[in-house]
């Protein structure tokens, strides 16, 4: 069950999500999932309120996590940590790289793919794709359902063959930052983290689209893992 609760800055919504976290940790398993920088402040919150009601199994019954955090917990029990994060150097250096193995099948970004400066442009609308999930597959089976558009089919198809290799190259060695919440909620959907637990994920959905991705990738893990209830807080048309 989802339960989403919208409302804009000071509308009650920390009061509420403390109020029914309480409710559901007499009951069970509880998870709280906020953003980076709220989660000392969250914590410290849960932590009072369930000091004032003196019940130790209550603080056993909840965990609050930033996304970063829950990242490297289920990483850290499951795998998925092999290779470093890949710093901003090495990126430019692979898509170098993956833009010298296909030039001789490129046609539409022939040219560019000759200037220094694409480099950095087709790492932008990596980052893009990343950003809404878009894997060099989907990108890939979207060129399909291009065919009466020749032109765009043409850009796209060769996006998703640069995407490709650069992915390709990178997972050699290297881990993507932007990839960690995607595998994280891959590994949580076949390990019953969230099984039966009430889940409740605190994010913006203000610019960046980072924001809101990662608040759809979350929901989407925890209904799939069979979580008994989400609660999905967030500002009221925050992109709007």
């Given at each position: 069950?989802?339960?989403?609760?919208?409302?804009?800055?000071?509308?009650?919504?920390?009061?509420?999500?403390?109020?029914?976290?309480?409710?559901?940790?007499?009951?069970?398993?509880?998870?709280?999932l906020?953003?980076?920088?709220?989660?000392?402040?969250?914590?410290?919150?849960?932590?009072?309120?369930?000091?004032?009601?003196?019940?130790?199994?209550?603080?056993?019954?909840?965990?609050?996590?930033?996304?970063?955090?829950?990242?490297?917990?289920?990483?850290?029990?499951?795998?998925?940590?092999?290779?470093?994060?890949v710093?901003?150097?090495?990126?430019?250096?692979?898509?170098?790289?993956?833009?010298?193995?296909?030039?001789?099948?490129?046609?539409?970004?022939?040219?560019?793919?000759?200037?220094?400066?694409?480099?950095?442009?087709?790492?932008r609308?990596?980052?893009?794709?990343?950003?809404?999930?878009?894997?060099?597959?989907?990108?890939?089976?979207?060129?399909?359902?291009?065919e009466?558009?020749?032109?765009?089919?043409?850009?796209?198809?060769?996006m998703?063959?640069?995407?490709?290799?650069?992915?390709?190259?990178?997972?050699?060695?290297?881990?993507?930052?932007?990839?960690?919440?995607?595998?994280?909620?891959?590994?949580?959907?076949?390990?019953?983290?969230?099984?039966?637990?009430?889940?409740?994920?605190?994010?913006?959905?203000?610019?960046?689209?980072?924001?809101?991705?990662?608040?759809?990738?979350?929901?989407?893990?925890?209904?799939?893992?069979?979580?008994?209830?989400?609660?999905?807080?967030?500002?009221y048309?925050?992109?709007?």
């Amino acid at each position: 069950m989802l339960i989403p609760v919208l409302g804009r800055a000071g509308s009650g919504k920390t009061t509420f999500v403390l109020e029914r976290l309480l409710q559901a940790a007499k009951k069970g398993r509880v998870l709280l999932l906020v953003p980076e920088q709220f989660s000392f402040e969250m914590e410290k919150q849960v932590y009072e309120l369930l000091s004032r009601h003196g019940d130790q199994q209550l603080s056993l019954n909840v965990e609050v996590y930033s996304f970063t955090r829950l990242c490297h917990r289920v990483f850290t029990e499951w795998g998925g940590m092999a290779g470093e994060y890949v710093p901003d150097a090495a990126r430019q250096l692979l898509m170098s790289l993956a833009l010298d193995q296909t030039r001789d099948q490129l046609s539409v970004y022939s040219r560019p793919a000759k200037n220094t400066a694409f480099v950095g442009r087709m790492l932008r609308q990596v980052d893009e794709f990343k950003n809404a999930g878009v894997s060099p597959d989907r990108l890939q089976s979207v060129c399909e359902q291009l065919e009466g558009d020749s032109a765009l089919a043409g850009k796209t198809r060769e996006m998703a063959l640069i995407y490709t290799y650069y992915q390709a190259l990178l997972q050699n060695r290297f881990q993507d930052e932007k990839d960690s919440l995607l595998n994280c909620c891959r590994l949580l959907e076949g390990q019953g983290y969230f099984r039966g637990c009430t889940v409740f994920i605190v994010q913006s959905t203000f610019p960046p689209a980072d924001n809101l991705m990662e608040l759809l990738l979350m929901i989407d893990a925890a209904h799939r893992a069979s979580a008994h209830r989400v609660i999905a807080v967030m500002p009221y048309f925050g992109w709007a």
